[in-house]
T-cell receptor
Framework: EAQVTQNPRYLITVTGKKLTVTCSQN?????MSWYRQDPGLGLRQIYY???????DKGDVPEGYKVSRKEKRNFPLILESPSPNQTSLYFC??????????????FGPGTRLTVT | RKEVEQDPGPFNVPEGATVAFNCTYS??????FFWYRQDCRKEPKLLMS???SGNEDGRFTAQLNRASQYISLLIRDSKLSDSATYLC?????????????FGKGTSLLVTP
């Protein structure tokens, strides 16, 4: 089954404790992306990757890191989480096309609470 | 001005009604446009891509107006199951064109 998986689905942590949210896709997509969704603000792009070893900042990259060492994986790293990073996080992937990115497939989301 | 703007609604319509949503975008160089559907606390899912010539998928019709920089979604014969938030998505203004901008979404509630 074609899918994007994220782990963990739910996480409660404390300020400053490094964490990683994993994302994996089995569709051989070049493009992967991370978003956060907050009430009243909608989905905002954190980082995206056009292919292995190629990453770029989205709208809200501060406080986050990513890596793309393999095509299927795109982990999101919070080196020192803060309460304002409490949010619902989505990973997504798609094929890349000349006109831009194709249809995106989203993971089920990770609900993160930082106390 | 925000990249992508949508009327947040909520739109409350009775079953069987026709409802239309609009979305405006600020980057005239954008080339890819989509409508996504998001159910409460779930991940967004692609509803349909929006092509220059307009496209239809069953009860759903999407239109693109490049001159006025807006996209529309028309839903005919609304069903209870159409209740959801509808997200307008436009590729962004980075040099590569690969950054995506989401509207905040338009909430639709279809009532019996």
């Amino acid at each position: 089954e074609a899918q994007v998986t994220q782990n963990p689905r739910y996480l409660i942590t404390v300020t400053g404790k490094k964490l990683t949210v994993t994302c994996s896709q089995n569709m051989n997509h070049e493009y992967m992306s991370w978003y956060r969704q907050d009430p009243g603000l909608g989905l905002r792009q954190i980082y995206y990757s056009m292919n292995v070893e190629v990453t770029d900042k989205g709208d809200v990259p501060e406080g986050y890191k990513v890596s793309r060492k393999e095509k299927r994986n795109f982990p999101l790293i919070l080196e020192s989480p803060s309460p304002n990073q409490t949010s619902l996080y989505f990973c997504a992937s798609s094929f890349s096309r000349l006109a831009g990115v194709g249809e995106q497939y989203f993971g089920p989301g990770t609900r993160l609470t930082v106390t | 001005r925000k990249e992508v703007e949508q009327d947040p609604g909520p739109f409350n319509v009775p079953e069987g009604a026709t409802v239309a949503f609009n979305c405006t975008y600020s980057n005239s160089a954008s080339q890819s446009f989509f409508w996504y559907r998001q159910d409460c606390r779930k991940e967004p899912k692609l509803l349909m891509s929006v092509y220059s010539s307009g496209n239809e998928d069953g009860r759903f019709t999407a239109q693109l107006n490049r001159a006025s920089q807006y996209i529309s979604l028309l839903i005919r014969d609304s069903k209870l199951s159409d209740s959801a938030t509808y997200l307008c998505v436009v590729n962004g203004n980075s040099n590569s064109g690969y950054a995506l901008n989401f509207g905040k979404g338009t909430s639709l509630l279809v009532t019996p």
